[in-house]
């Protein structure tokens, strides 16, 4: 089944300094990648998602990339705000199951 | 407009008692799904409704784990004789169906808060 591995597990960045979180993917069959910010006690909420047409994708201070060869595919944050501070969770979706990494817990440093 | 709503938001059972949570979906949504959530781990897929029908059940991790959906909106997750390592958030999502010429399983979910259950 679909593996997907997601680094760095914490990341502490500046505020107003980019942060990168890079993710793999084991199924080349997976074909839509969505990215979750999940913040204390709520649900994952989607924040920009990719599919697998596509190589690059970006909304505001967000943007995805995604290399279908090397199976990759990382969230930038740019301008970085107290606000961004959460957990951030990559995904894969086959057959419309999500198969998610592990989270990255993002603190922005004032 | 409201989002996927969870009930309870969170439930403390005793070893061995039965608990069901409750998902209302996005109205008009087809698709539902069934998340656990470990603390500090990602979600994982538990199973998939499309309309009433289970599509996929190959996450719940035991026989003791149920899920309905018997009209197609409102979904409950049931948990039979609950052990301490069922203590977990679930999570429900829900979807519509893709646009036409969209890829198949790109289909965006919404989370819900997800019910927080603490087996003792």
């Known amino acids: 089944g679909e593996n997907v591995e997601q680094h760095p597990s914490t990341l502490s960045v500046q505020e107003g300094d980019s942060a990168v979180i890079k993710c793999t993917y084991s199924?080349?069959?997976?074909?839509?990648f969505p990215w979750y910010k999940q913040e204390l006690g709520k649900g994952p909420q989607l924040i920009i998602d990719?599919?697998?047409?596509?190589g690059e994708k970006k909304d505001q201070r967000i943007a995805v990339t995604l290399n279908k060869t090397a199976k990759h595919f990382s969230l930038h944050i740019t301008e970085t705000q107290p606000e961004d501070s959460a957990v951030y969770f990559c995904a894969a979706t086959i057959d419309d199951k999500i198969i998610f990494g592990k989270g990255t817990r993002l603190h922005i440093l004032p | 407009g409201a989002g996927v709503s969870q009930s309870p938001r969170y439930k403390v059972a005793k070893r061995g008692q039965d608990v069901a949570l409750r998902c209302d979906p996005i109205?008009?949504?087809?698709?539902l799904f069934w998340y656990q959530q470990a603390l500090g781990q990602g979600p994982e897929f538990l199973t998939y409704f499309q309309n009433e029908a289970q599509l996929d059940k190959s996450g719940l991790p035991s026989d003791r784990f149920f899920a309905e959906r018997p009209e197609g909106s409102v979904s409950t997750l049931k948990i039979q004789r609950t052990q301490q390592e069922d203590s977990a958030v679930y999570l429900c999502?829900?979807?519509?169906?893709?646009?036409?010429?969209?890829?198949?399983?790109?289909?965006?979910?919404?989370f819900g808060p997800g019910t927080r259950l603490t087996v003792t």
């Open positions: 199924d080349s069959a997976s074909n839509y």
């Open positions: 999502a829900s979807s519509l169906a893709p646009p036409r010429g969209v890829l198949a399983g790109a289909r965006e979910q919404y």
């Open positions: 109205s008009g949504h087809v698709s």
């Open positions: 990719i599919r697998s047409n596509v």
